[in-house]
């Protein structure tokens, strides 16, 4: 069984920067792929950047991109997002998602429990 936990999230002003963690633990053999979304209220879940093992750089919404940066510590099993220039829009619930390989060879996706981030204008 596999956990994540997310930490890191608060209240901040706009033009402000926090950083999120994620961090998987359980029986881990290789995290495919780790991302983070995000939910605002009386909207629905949206991608916010992910990063593929193997597969180059992070990806990331339109939104968000030249604001937000998304590196992996895999020694550590912990991704961090690192958010700048904050805007009241970023305001949302934030869910870590991770696709996992056990150790018992079964492949399958968890989510986090959420960490509010609430920016002030």
């Known amino acids: 069984q596999v956990q994540l936990v997310e930490s890191g999230g608060g209240l901040v002003q706009a033009g402000g920067s926090l950083r999120l963690s994620c961090t998987a633990s359980?029986?881990?053999?290789?995290?495919?792929?780790m991302g983070w979304y995000r939910q605002a209220p009386g909207k629905q879940r949206e991608f916010v950047a992910q990063?593929?093992?193997?597969?180059?750089?992070?990806g990331y919404a339109d939104s968000v991109k030249g604001r937000f940066s998304f590196a992996r510590d895999n020694a550590k099993n912990t991704g961090y997002l690192q958010m700048n220039s904050l805007k009241s829009e970023d305001t949302a619930v934030y869910y870590c998602?991770?696709?996992?390989?056990?150790?018992?060879?079964?492949?399958?996706?968890?989510w986090g429990q959420g960490t509010q981030v609430t920016v002030s204008s």
């Open positions: 998602n991770a696709e996992v390989r056990s150790t018992a060879g079964a492949t399958f996706t968890a």
């Open positions: 359980g029986s881990i053999s290789r995290i495919n792929r």
């Open positions: 990063l593929i093992s193997g597969g180059g750089n992070p």
